[in-house]
T-cell receptor, first 113, second 116 residues
């Protein structure tokens, strides 16, 4: 079984719709992250959470919000989707500390029409 | 703000050729360095990482990378590439602030194509 799972894996939606992407992990890590990947731009950090009560904005948080429902769950929401939010979204986890090696989920491909 | 630069966006090599992908970062403090690989249609997987100690680190599948602090570089190398190495390669840096380790800053990636 995968350690980091994301649902849905693919989603097509229309401009203005609210969308939630979910991430779950069984690694027992405290830290969770959301990134988006665009062709030619690499991965950009949207939000990250060091524990259930700690949420931090990343490089490109505008237009997004997150919820850390439990240690194992971290959701990303687009309150009103727009076409330039079409991208591949990755969730990642890490145990933090000196290592901070991050483990990635399989990604969610989101298309906003 | 820190940044990560990958020198080549697209690289095409023949099988058995040697590979070197460049990566430079701009942050002057303590950093951890990573190379991730993304095979077509798959998620990111860790190739190798540097935290401290020997600046030459070895990863999976015959890859290695050398950390040169004076040059702010962490170049990825492989002596002889295979067709199965065709993938997107990302260099990433994690810096440390007063609160501990932050998220990763990624380079824009290098798309490597190995021709049979």
């Amino acid at each position: 079984d995968a350690d980091v799972t994301q649902t849905p894996r693919n989603r097509i939606t229309k401009t203005g719709k609210r969308i939630m992407l979910e991430c779950s992990q069984t690694k027992g890590h405290d830290r969770m992250y959301w990134y988006r990947q665009d062709p030619g731009l690499g991965l950009q950090l949207i939000y990250y959470s060091f524990d259930v009560k700690d949420i931090n904005k990343g490089e490109i948080s505008d237009g997004y919000s997150v919820s850390r429902q439990a240690q194992a769950k971290f959701s990303l929401s687009l309150e009103s989707a727009i076409p330039n939010q079409t991208a591949l979204y990755f969730c990642a986890t890490s145990s933090g500390g000196d290592l901070n090696e991050q483990f990635f989920g399989p990604g969610t491909r989101l298309t906003v029409l | 703000a820190q940044s990560v630069s990958q020198h080549n966006h697209h690289v095409i090599l023949s099988e058995a050729a040697s590979l070197e992908l460049g990566c430079n970062y701009s942050y002057g403090g303590t950093v951890n360095l990573f190379w991730y690989v993304q095979y077509p249609g798959q998620h990111l997987q860790l190739l190798l990482k540097y935290f401290s100690g020997d600046p030459l680190v070895k990863g999976i599948k015959g890859f290695e990378a050398e950390f040169i602090k004076s040059k702010f570089s962490f170049n990825l190398r492989k002596p002889s590439v295979q067709w199965s190495d065709t993938a997107e390669y990302f260099c990433a840096v994690c810096k440390y602030s007063g609160g501990g380790a932050d998220g990763l800053t990624f380079g824009k990636g290098t798309h490597l194509i190995i021709q049979p």
